[in-house]
């Protein structure tokens, strides 16, 4: 976005999520990991045709949440918020990344602190996310899926490595170390959105609040903003903690992001229709497993159990 040659005169680069982690952007245009200045890279790459280029990104679907399968990495606020923008805007992800035929490597915008970040990712970084069981469908080996979730999460690993010159282990091990949907949003669009809570008045009927919520939620899918389901774990009685029960399951896994597919009102009952970046809803072990991605729960049931944290709706 303009932004390479402000970015790569600049000697260290700090993310304000994660401070302290020197970004090293030098070693971005150069070195072992840069293309720009790297000979024998670049003659490799001029020798070798890359494995992916433009046409990889999309194919004919474009980018959508069917795209992105969450495998070893406990990233699921940064995959299924990249879900949730495909879903309903998907003209940001197209945006936030660009091909460069000259290096055969792919340049991506992200966000720091709201303003933003040209991020370099090679071929080789590419593999590595592959590898590593990264949020796309590729290291799956499906055919005709777009590469655009591994560059864009590969892209957010090494904005959070100290050293990408040496690998970015550092950064896979740092996402996978989990985070919140409202932080991956402003590292994605440079908003952090707006967060839809369960926040019944002293007096307030229940279902009146809860009539509150689901319909902020909808309202928000309707303009056509992103919007994502983050998960706590149930509450449980003091009972059910000295007998070692679960106590009542609403369905979802426990410290999860969802990507939110709708809110409608059935027969007077809200319901929620989620979809989880794991590509599948079994080995939940809470009773509703199913093979779809897919799944849809009563609202008052989450409410009820205490596993719904928070909506976030990105902006418009």
């Keep these: ?63 959508s949440s069917a795209d992105i399968k969450q495998d070893s990495l406990g990233d699921c606020f940064f995959v299924a918020t990249l879900g949730a923008i495909a879903d309903q ?3 940001t992800i197209r945006d936030a990344i660009s091909y460069d035929a000259d290096t055969g490597s792919f340049n991506v915008t992200l966000y720091d602190g709201g303003k933003p970040v040209t991020i370099n990712v090679t071929q080789q970084e590419l593999e590595y996310n ?10 799956n080996k499906t055919t005709d899926i777009g590469i655009w979730p591994a560059v864009m999460e590969t892209a957010y690993a090494k904005m959070n490595d100290s050293n990408p010159a040496d690998g970015l282990k550092q950064g896979f091990d740092v996402i996978n170390g989990g985070g919140k949907a409202r932080d991956a949003m402003e590292v994605v669009t440079g908003d952090r959105g707006t967060d839809i809570t369960y926040d019944k008045g002293f007096f307030e009927d229940k279902n009146d609040a809860i009539d509150r919520l689901a319909k902020q939620a909808q309202a928000a899918l309707g303009v056509g ?9 149930e509450s449980r009685s003091l009972l059910e903690r000295i007998k070692g029960d679960d106590g009542t399951q609403d369905g979802l ?40 991605a897919s799944i849809t729960v009563p609202l008052e049931r989450l409410v009820d159990t205490g596993g719904l944290e928070y909506f976030n709706a990105g902006a418009l």
């Design 130 to 139: 592959l590898s590593r069981g990264g949020g796309s469908l590729v290291d």
């Design 225 to 233: 903003r992103p919007l994502t389901l983050s998960t706590d774990p």
């Design 253 to 292: 896994v426990d410290n999860h992001v969802y990507v939110v597919e709708s809110v409608e009102n059935v027969d007077g009952e809200w319901q929620v229709t989620l979809r989880n970046p794991w590509g599948t809803n079994n080995g939940v072990s809470e009773g509703y497993d199913a093979q779809p």
């Design 89 to 91: 805007q998907p003209q």
């Design 1 to 63: 976005m303009g932004l390479v040659a402000d970015i790569a005169s600049r000697t260290s680069y700090q993310p304000a999520m994660f401070p302290g982690l020197p970004f090293g952007l030098t070693n971005l245009f150069g070195g072992a990991i840069g293309v720009a200045g790297a000979t024998s890279a670049s003659r490799a790459l001029t020798d070798t045709p890359p494995r992916f280029d433009a046409g990889d990104l999309y194919y004919s679907t474009g980018p």
